[in-house]
């Protein structure tokens, strides 16, 4: 077993020791010395760098995996609880096989969204086992590592930072800036690790994944690392810390860029990136369109005026608006006509005895007051 091991590792050990010594010969031919414990130190960072960029694609579709399994929380929820207390074996069989019909209609699954840590591993094991095997190089005791020759060795093994060489550990220093170094960095990489992880929850989770069982599991995991690295940090070398380190800081920013400009739908990300979009005058993803008439349209209506509706009718011979099919448009002599002012009965009455007296050939004289009429005596 451990021959298989060692035979899987060799290729990846022979990657990590060229890409280190790679960017050791470049930044010590831009002038930094060449036995520096930081010259070594950034080689391990450059190192970070370039594994992390040729995991980008597999990023992008862990980001889409993890997003698809918040989103169908709810779903997972409902098989959850429809076999709730069934423990036979057929109940359990009929559980599992609607999950996995869950996933392949979703198109996602729970091992999508661990890639890139799978991946990863190799790298990690492999600078181990480089730097482990410094001193045993540098001493004939093992072969050469790609070029990692025993002078190489020898350099990179009695390379310090801080007064702690990279090939030390926590465990049997003899120095106490070793200790102190690596107990900086274990809080360092556990805090960065804290740090992506809550961002995660809290700012690109939507409420329903919060609920979830898989949240709770996320935010016990939450605590539960930083005790993990805090525990298998002083088991590493120090070279192995600054590596850690690196990579969550890249993990943490590489993160921290996706919530901000592709937050997962429904979640606090996702409305605070609407906010600035909205600030900024451009249009929101999935919103609807306003025409430039209809906005024009919209702007031209005075603010507070009721907008009457076109499709009303007027009643004939009243300007007033009627609503179609009331009583004054089917009937309008059958609306009752509003009671008259006295002047307006005068004036009526002043009409009606001229188009009187016209029909008659002139008007009749008023009857002075004190005489009776011919009818009287």
């Known amino acids: 077993m451990g021959d298989l091991f060692n035979s899987i590792l060799a290729p990846i050990e022979w990657l990590v020791a060229w890409i280190m010594f790679s960017f050791h010969q470049a930044l010590t031919a831009i002038g930094m010395p060449e036995a520096s414990g930081w010259t070594w130190g950034l080689s391990i960072v450059g190192l970070v760098i370039v594994m992390r960029a040729a995991m980008i694609p597999l990023f992008v579709k862990q980001i889409k995996a993890s997003r698809k399994l918040q989103l169908i929380q709810p779903e997972m929820q409902k098989i959850q609880k429809k076999y709730k207390g069934k423990t036979d074996p057929e109940s359990r069989q009929a559980m599992t096989q609607e999950t996995m019909d869950l996933y392949k209609k979703e198109g996602t699954n729970p091992f999508s969204s661990c890639l890139p840590i799978l991946v990863q591993s190799p790298f990690f094991f492999g600078l181990f086992r480089v730097l482990n095997g410094l001193q045993k190089i540098s001493t004939g005791e093992t072969d050469p590592i790609g070029p990692i020759t025993k002078q190489v060795a020898s350099q990179a093994e009695k390379a310090s930072i801080f007064g702690a060489q990279l090939s030390d550990h926590f465990l049997g220093a003899d120095r106490l800036s070793t200790q102190i170094v690596t107990i900086v960095?274990?809080?360092l990489m556990s805090a960065t690790t804290f740090t992506t992880q809550r961002q995660l929850m809290t700012k690109n989770m939507p409420q329903s994944a919060l609920d979830s069982p898989f949240a709770k599991q996320q935010k016990m995991l939450l605590y539960i690392f930083?005790?993990?690295f805090a525990v298998s940090g002083v088991n590493f070398p120090i070279g192995v810390l600054i590596y850690w380190f690196t990579t969550n800081v890249w993990s943490m920013t590489q993160q921290f860029y996706?919530?901000?400009?592709?937050?997962a739908p429904g979640s606090a990300a996702e409305r605070a990136y609407h906010e600035r979009l909205k600030k900024k005058g451009k249009a929101i993803p999935g919103a609807p369109v306003v025409t430039e008439a209809e906005a024009a349209e919209i702007d031209e209506t005075p603010v507070g005026q009721r907008v009457q509706p076109k499709s009303k009718k007027r009643a004939k011979g009243s300007g007033k608006v009627v609503a179609p099919g009331s009583a004054a448009v089917k009937d309008p002599a059958a609306?009752?006509?509003?009671?008259?002012?006295?002047?307006q009965q005068r004036a009526a009455g002043t009409v009606r005895s001229a188009k009187s007296g016209t029909k008659s050939g002139g008007a009749k004289k008023p009857k002075k007051s004190g005489q009776s009429s011919p009818s009287a005596g």
């Open 185 to 187: 960095l274990i809080v």
């Open 335 to 343: 609306a009752p006509a509003a009671p008259k002012t006295a002047p």
């Open 258 to 263: 996706v919530i901000r400009r592709m937050p």
């Open 226 to 228: 930083p005790v993990v």
